[in-house]
C-alpha cells in the first residue's frame, strides 16, 4: 500500500491586490509558512509521496526567497516529490523548474508529452506531464500504462470539467483509457472528492489557500492510499486565513444585524458583508469603523433597497396614483394598517413589473 500527499494550486507570490500593501506582503509570507505546513503533514502521516500537480508558484518568475522556501520544505519531506508544472508555473527557460537547485528527492516533469519514474521498492509508476507554455492540448489524450503488474499514478495539471478548455482538457473517457489507479489533477480551485472513471480513481483538492472571494471556507489537501484495485483520499484542512461572504439584512440597525449573525471567531479571516434588504441608507463607513477591527480584512457591500413612502405617489397623474388613492381612501385601511401597506406593495410591484417578497 503506498500512502500519498495530493496538493495542488498553491498560488505562491500571489499579488493579494484587493489588501493593503503591508497585509498583502504577510499573506505572501503566510504562503511561504505553509510550505512548512505541507511539509510537516507529509512527515507526520508517513507518506511515501507527495503529488503536485501545478500551478505552486502563480507566475513562471517568482521572489527568490519563495524559492528558496519552496525547496527547504520539499527538502524536508522524507516523501519523493513530484511536480507537474501548470498554466501559471509552467516549464520554460527562465522558469524557476530550471534554475533552482531543487532536493534529490523531487522529480520535476518537463515535457508535455507524459513520462515516467519507476518506483520499485513501492513497486509502482509515476508518470506525469508539463504544461511548457501558458495553454496546453489535450495532454492525457491516447495516453495508456504500459505496466499493469505496478501500482500506477500520474501527476497532471489540467481541466477536467470544461470540455475544449485551453488548460489541457481532460475526459473522463481519457482517464478511463489510460489504466491509471490513481490520476492526481490540479487546476480547479474547489475539491472535488474522488471520482471514478472506468477502473482509474482521480481527483483534485482544490487551492490549498483562499486569494479571494472566490475561494471561500476551508482549504486543504488530499492525503490518500493506494493498494491493488483500493484507492482513498481524506480531505486535511490547512491552516490559513479564511475568506468568507456573509449576507445580512441591514434593517433599522444594520450593526445588530451583522453582529447577530457573525461567529465568535473572525480575527484571523477576511470578510465581505453584504447589507440587503429595504431599509434608509446604512451608514457604511460608520459601520465599517465598527466593525473592522474585528477582521483581518474587511469589504462592506450595501446592496439594500432604498425604502419609499408608499402613499406619496398617491397625489400623482398617474394609473398608480388612482391605485394607491383607492387604498388610501378604503375603511379596512385604518383596521389593518399593515395589511393595507402590503396590499399597496405588492400592487405597486404588479405595476411596475416587479417582483415583491411576501414575508
Excluded at 500519498?4 to 509570507?29: G, M, N, T, V, Y
Excluded at 471520482?195 to 490518500?224: H, I, N, Q, S
Excluded at 445588530?256 to 446604512?282: F, H
Amino acid at each position: 500500500m503506498i500512502r500519498f500527499l495530493h496538493a495542488a494550486d498553491l498560488h505562491l507570490d500571489s499579488p493579494f491586490q484587493a489588501l493593503s500593501p503591508e497585509k498583502a506582503k504577510a499573506r505572501r509570507q503566510e504562503q511561504r509558512q505553509l510550505l512548512q505546513d505541507l511539509a510537516d503533514l507529509c512527515n507526520d502521516e508517513g507518506c511515501d509521496l507527495l503529488l503536485l500537480p501545478g500551478d505552486l508558484l502563480d507566475a513562471e518568475a517568482a521572489w527568490q526567497d519563495t524559492v528558496d522556501a519552496l525547496c527547504r520544505a520539499l527538502g524536508a519531506c522524507r516523501a519523493r516529490v513530484f511536480i507537474a508544472p501548470g498554466n501559471h508555473d509552467f516549464y520554460a527557460p527562465g522558469s524557476p523548474y530550471r534554475r533552482a537547485p531543487w532536493p534529490e528527492n523531487v522529480h520535476i516533469f518537463t515535457s508535455n508529452v507524459p513520462s515516467s519514474v519507476v518506483l520499485e521498492d513501492l513497486g509502482a509508476e509515476v508518470w506525469g506531464a508539463a504544461f511548457t507554455a501558458r495553454t496546453a492540448p489535450a495532454l492525457l489524450e491516447g495516453f495508456q500504462i504500459r505496466d499493469r503488474g505496478l501500482l500506477n499514478l500520474m501527476v497532471l495539471h489540467g481541466d477536467a470539467e470544461t470540455a475544449g478548455s485551453p488548460y489541457n482538457p481532460i475526459t473522463p473517457a481519457q482517464i478511463a483509457a489510460s489504466g491509471l489507479d490513481y490520476l492526481a489533477l490540479g487546476h480547479i480551485h474547489a475539491a472535488s472528492g474522488l471520482r471514478r472513471a472506468g477502473e482509474t480513481a482521480y481527483a483534485w483538492p482544490g487551492c490549498a489557500m483562499g486569494r479571494g472571494f472566490d475561494e471561500l471556507g476551508e482549504k486543504g489537501v488530499y492525503l490518500g492510499t493506494l493498494a491493488p484495485g483500493d484507492c482513498r483520499i481524506e480531505f486535511r484542512p490547512l491552516p490559513g486565513r479564511r475568506y468568507e461572504i456573509v449576507s445580512v439584512e441591514a434593517g433599522e440597525d444594520p450593526l445588530a444585524a451583522v453582529e447577530a449573525v457573525l461567529p465568535p471567531e473572525t480575527g484571523a479571516d477576511i470578510y465581505r458583508i453584504r447589507l440587503t434588504g429595504a431599509c434608509t441608507p446604512p451608514d457604511t463607513r460608520a459601520l465599517y469603523e465598527a466593525l473592522a477591527g474585528r477582521f483581518f480584512g474587511l469589504t462592506i457591500r450595501d446592496e439594500t433597497a432604498r425604502r419609499r413612502e408608499l402613499w406619496a405617489e398617491r397625489g400623482e397623474d398617474s394609473l398608480k396614483a388612482l391605485f394607491l388613492q383607492a387604498l388610501y381612501d378604503h375603511p379596512k385601511r385604518q383596521e389593518d394598517p399593515a395589511l393595507a401597506e402590503l396590499a399597496a406593495a405588492v400592487g405597486m410591484a404588479a405595476l411596475e413589473g416587479r417582483e415583491v417578497p411576501l414575508d
